[in-house]
């Protein structure tokens, strides 16, 4: 991780000069967004139509207060989130390793299926997994050999095809702007809270939220005086990952209402095959194109964003015999050079998000690892949200960066939302 892109300070804080370097909120949008976001989106729309566009637009204003935070503290108290939560105790960082471990091998199958699901559709001489397999291969050697400029670019590229396949299909269709309007206006319709409660705490990310801290430093933003470019930056992301959702929810409306669509991601080929079949292939393939990239993306921004948090998390794990010193709110130590974060750890978990996952891919996911994963998942955004809230408003955070009233007002809001989230996947776990 280096500052490949930017001074060590900045010299203007204008909004050109802040939009001129916004990537880190691209990244983080593109890695939270995947397919079962946008599938989550497009069978609410089909279901409830634009009345739960209000969940959607909370949801990304719950998500960029949370994404401010990480970037905030990293900036602000110049030690990654690791380093706050080891000052929390041993307890934090043991949580976080047990999760990431598991999530990493579950979901690094999850995102290889995924990837391959438009490339057979594209191209169906081979098979989903063997598609699967040679983009996490693609992936683990981009990541591997390319740094974060690299990474960066080819990011907002398929950001740009997603953009285009995706807004363009709900243009296609045609939104209802009378009906949207009325979205605005929170509703529950019968039925509709488990929806609710996934639009605003599920789309837009949740481990890569963490990674995003990760993201500045590598672009170059290490000091306090960055903090006005990363809040411009992270609403950019937040924006645009809002765009993506919005649209989704405008094809569902418009176009699947009262008709049944499949949960998870072979739900978008089904709307592939219905965009086919009422405009005819040349609908189709663009959104299969846009397919890929949202799953590519999310892809390439995990090998990347969660093996920096792990080799973070390995630094951490092997130094928390000891005590973080803090002074004036910095931890002695401060932020990790690029040897340190890209060294065996970094590559060993990028190793393990591709490698051990394939089998999966050959059988049906273990029950129990797959229970263990969903457990593990509900309970991680609370810990996010509240160690956030805890570490924000303590001495860790120099004063003139302590969070304010609506900081702590949205974190707070998050907790309790994430909170019932996981109470509700605990007991359906359970039950």
Known sequence: MTAETTASEPTSTDWRSRLRRVGPGIMAAATGVGAGDLVATLVAGSRFGYTLFWAILLGAVFKMGIGEAVGRWHLGSGSTILAGWRSLGRWAIAFFGVYIVIWGFVYGATAMSATGLPLNALLPWLSVRSWGMICGVLGLVLVWFGRYRLLERLMTV???????????????????????????????????????????????????????????????????????????????????????????????????LGQGITDGDRGLLELGQRLAADYGQWARLPFLIGFLAVTFTSLLGVWNGVSLLFADWWRTWRASGTTPAVTGGHETGGHEDAAGMRGWPFRGYVLWLTVPPMSLLF????????????VLGSLFMPFLAGTLLVLLNSGRMPAAHRSRWLSNVVLTLCLVLFAVLAVNKLVGYVS
């Open 158 to 256: 398929l950001v740009g095809v997603m953009f285009v396949a995706v807004v363009g299909t709900a243009v296609l269709v045609g939104p209802n702007l009378a009906e949207l309007g009325g979205g605005l206006v929170p509703r529950l319709p019968q039925g509709s809270l488990a929806y609710v409660l996934g639009l605003m705490g599920g789309v837009g990310g949740t481990i890569t939220m963490a990674a995003y801290g990760y993201w500045t430093l590598a672009k170059g933003w290490r000091t306090p005086a960055w903090i006005p470019f990363m809040r411009t930056d992270n609403a950019v992301g937040y924006v645009t990952t809002g765009v993506f959702v919005v649209a989704m929810l405008i094809v569902g409306a418009e176009l699947l």
């Open 363 to 374: 059988l049906d996911k273990p029950f129990q690892l797959t229970i263990a994963y969903g």
